[in-house]
């Protein structure tokens, strides 16, 4: 990720071990356990949806800080889908038919009115999991009752909200935003399902590429036309000053695109296919919408990128810590790198710099790699996921594959 021409220090609280002492752009990186508030910088940017949620923003804007991220009220729309979804009522943005439900006898009755997929959402946060899609009625109503009781998901899942079900490829649009203005950042695509053929229960994310070959210029301005400028006015008028990033997950529906779900962040694995492919000034411009006024847009190098998530046994249910990772060197890369290949580390541990790394957290690793087109850059993001081993590793082996094969026709 190139953050900028001029000398840029990124320190990082609390990272994690397998953080680069420095970027490809240049910029150094450090490490510091202290909380946010208590460190110097010139800007701070929030990275994850529970800091948010808890009102991080306000806090250090409260205390004379420029700040990426929205405050508590502008993040409610990651922290609560019954809200972000009145948002988009009102900002008549299309999205998905949805009914929000606390009772077990509501839920019956409108499902039994609906067709499948079965479409049923926690409330509240759940880590990119409390989502379920279903064709069986039965599994449906379990998963409700579920969510409701508070045995799966706690007090996020004590409202649901059942979705209608859509069909379509689904795009990731992110969005810079300082208040007023948006500029996109590149489309790209995420893989929500754990197994291949998008079998097997949601995730965070198996994997992502971008560009989206299908997805040029003029249809990422329909897009943010369509989806993005208008809950930004919806918030505006509300008076929330958004100033920060918004992440748009879309369906490209045969009734046209449909919001499904917003993060109010970066969301990932779709940052490790953009940003590796981000042309320098990242800094400058996360500064200007910060300060209200964004000067200049993200622009993207021509190449493609495509990233592999390695994820523990047993995630997302119940991921196995402890495994003891091979193929990583002491600097948590390919040990017998490749060029073109950054890894990210999610969940990761070790005891000293010495010692090898260990499986940390239920997606462990994503192999991001960089080609001339998606096949290329397909091929050599699989030639480097596959010198990486662990106990139990779970990975998809067809990320990005339908792209690929259709670029080349
Ligand atoms: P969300 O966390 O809301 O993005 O949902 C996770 C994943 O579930 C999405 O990426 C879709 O693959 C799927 N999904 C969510 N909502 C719908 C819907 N209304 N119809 C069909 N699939 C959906």
Redesign the pocket.
Known sequence: MALAGCDVNVTVTPGNPGMPGRLPGGASISIDARPASELESDLVVIGPEVPLVDGLADELRGAGRLVLGPGADGAKLEGSKAFMKELLVDAQVPT?GHWTITELDQAASVLAGLSP?Y?I?TDGLAA?KG?L?TDSLDEAMADVAAKLSGDAFGAAGATVVI?????GP?CSLIALCDGQRAVPFAPAQDF?RLEDRDGGP?TGGMGAYSPMPEVDESLTAELMDLCVLPTLDALRSRGIDYRGLLYA?L?LTEAGPKV??FNVRFGDPEAQVILPRLCPGLFELLCSAANGLIEGRPTFVEQSAVTVVLAAAGYPQSPVLGATISGLGADGQLADGLDGVTVFHAGTARSDPSAPFLVAGGRVLAVTALGEDLAAARVLAYQASDRIDFDGVQRRHDIAARAAEEEGR
């Not at 979705?163 to 069909?167: A, F």
């Open positions: 998905a997929p479409v959402k990119g989502v899609v979705e209608e079900g859509l069909m689904e929500k949601n997950g369906m499904i779900e």
